[in-house]
């Protein structure tokens, strides 16, 4: 039999405020569509919508921007005090031209504008910034859908960056859950028998760019599921594994 | 009806020689087993089949390394022949530190090693180097299908590439056929009616990684069918749409 795997958009779902139940919410529709999650299933779930039930969705009308933030966005489309919350989810500037900021988040993460956007959201003066802790948020969806189906699934939470040298943006996750976000060859052999020296795949970063041929960008569509892929099973999986350090790092 | 996505790869290819049929190995492989090509598949070819079929898998032993390639391999596990062959493949060094070389390929791919890589092909004395024209390879497979099943399938050579960043690498495109590699959403709307200002997605790099999910490392699958994915069909499709030009890249 053919290895196969199966990558389903879950639609359906409404639109999304504060506290709302996500998890409950993407296994009735799941099951509404005639899909339900079931036991093996890797869950890949928009940031935004984790964003909005969190509620990191706000406006900007009340931020005060700084001099800085006015003065770098200076002959650039974005608002103001747009920019100054860009600052302001940063910890460190990577570079900085042409109205592009890109930054290391405080969370670890290197992307434009520190993760901030502006779609996918209603209103002109409305931005949604990054989850605080996407493994958490990955947790306690993978935690909600083991209560209530039974079924022990992995949770990968996705957000679309750019790459330096390419063209387009791409998928990857920003967090994980009940899965390991990295994939080990290291040691092993391949189908020749050379030692495979220095391989190690992001596999959670390639679930996050699979998703997205379903969620897409325009399609309000927020949850894939993953179905027939055999992750490798991590209780205390994070994302942080998939974030490299800074002394072996070439670009920062 | 749920937005679905298949993934299947393609197994029980033999070994592949140079001036071997590929398309024709893959279209009989991709029968056998099952799962014929149909109308609309995406196929999904591993750059290590391509170059073995296109005699890019050579020897080192003939290669003599250049004062340069054995003073940079000082103290690193590499055969200095290897690293003269990385240099031969390079158009230009990014980064060059700690036994890692980013170069731009002469294709013009950003990526450690030039591309060239020493896993899945028999001999420890023995290389893959990039194909010289992979939009060509992946044409080529595209006319061939065509040709004896009378279907249009948009193809894509992957390869497994490093990022800035972030630990773990993640399959990429580096040739495409049939198909617009990016999907540009540049003034379209989103689901609130904003307009969407700059966002473009690298989907040929989102299936490449996709098909690593069913392809693997070491599992000696080297090709892969995306089903179910609606492309936009492109006669003259090129992997230079990709390819961030350096006036607009602030990592070279």
């Known amino acids: 039999m053919p290895n196969e795997v199966r990558v389903i958009g879950v639609g359906g779902m409404p639109e999304l405020r504060p506290g709302d139940d996500l998890a409950g919410l993407m296994?009735?529709?799941a099951a509404a569509q005639g899909t339900p999650i079931e036991e093996g299933d890797v869950l890949v779930v928009t940031q935004k919508v984790i964003s909005k039930v969190e509620?990191?969705?706000?406006?900007?009308?009340?931020?005060e921007a700084s001099p800085l933030a006015v003065t770098i966005t200076e002959g650039h489309r974005r608002d103001p005090r747009h920019t100054e919350m860009i600052l302001r989810e940063a910890r460190r500037i990577v570079r900085m031209d042409r109205g592009v900021i890109i930054a290391e988040t405080k969370h670890g993460f290197f992307c434009a504008n520190a993760g901030i956007d502006a779609s996918n959201i209603p209103g002109d003066k409305t931005i949604a910034l990054l989850?605080?802790?996407?493994?958490a948020s990955a947790r306690g969806i993978r935690d909600a859908v083991l209560a209530r189906l039974g079924v022990n699934v992995a949770v990968v939470v996705s957000d679309t960056f750019g790459r330096p040298w390419r063209n387009g943006a791409a998928n990857v996750a920003i967090g994980v859950a009940g899965m390991d976000p990295l994939?080990?060859?290291?040691?092993?052999l391949d189908a020749y028998g050379n030692v495979l020296h220095t391989t190690q795949i992001a596999v959670a970063d390639e679930l996050a760019a699979t998703a997205e041929l379903v969620t897409g960008k325009a399609l309000g569509i927020p949850v894939s599921i993953i179905r027939g892929y055999a992750f490798e099973t991590l209780e205390d999986a994070s994302i942080q594994r998939l974030l490299r350090s800074g002394e072996r790092d070439l670009f920062r």
Chains 1, 2 share one sequence.
């Open 183 to 188: 994939l080990d060859y290291v040691g092993s």
């Open 55 to 63: 509620g990191k969705v706000m406006s900007i009308e009340g931020v």
């Open 131 to 135: 989850p605080d802790d996407s493994d």
């Open 27 to 29: 296994m009735d529709a």
